[in-house]
């Protein structure tokens, strides 16, 4: 084994930071992977949604922690189907003009478990460092 850790970017192309900014800094790697592997579970538990409804499951799923707005979840939306992780279809809306529904492709479904192992590692990294914490404060 003994490979390091799991890098779910390597290789891929330049993306952007896709809007998500909970603490009001810069954007990141770390904000991408963590909304990108958002957007893709999101979409893995609806099966297919379209932006808008992509953007209030994000909010319900994180608690309102993430709260990503239209223009962002598009061109993220749109760079997941570049990179081949969605595939997007024109349905015609109930009151309105046609929308895009998105799904997941079959390496998107693939993507999203090499997240998954991604983001349980950093799991444990983050549990480790609040274990550290805590001791310290009990101690002290």
Known sequence: MGRGPIDPYRGRGK???GGFDPAGGGGGRGRRLLLDAAVLAALAKQRSAH??????ILTELTG???QVDSGNIYRLLRRLELDGLVTSTWTEGDFGPQRREYRLTRE???HLISLREHLEARERVFRSVI???DGSVAAS
């Open 15 to 17: 993306v952007d930071g």
């Open 64 to 66: 309102g922690f993430m």
């Open 108 to 110: 998107g479904w693939e």
């Open 51 to 56: 932006g808008y409804d992509l953007r209030r």
């Open 131 to 133: 274990d550290a914490i």
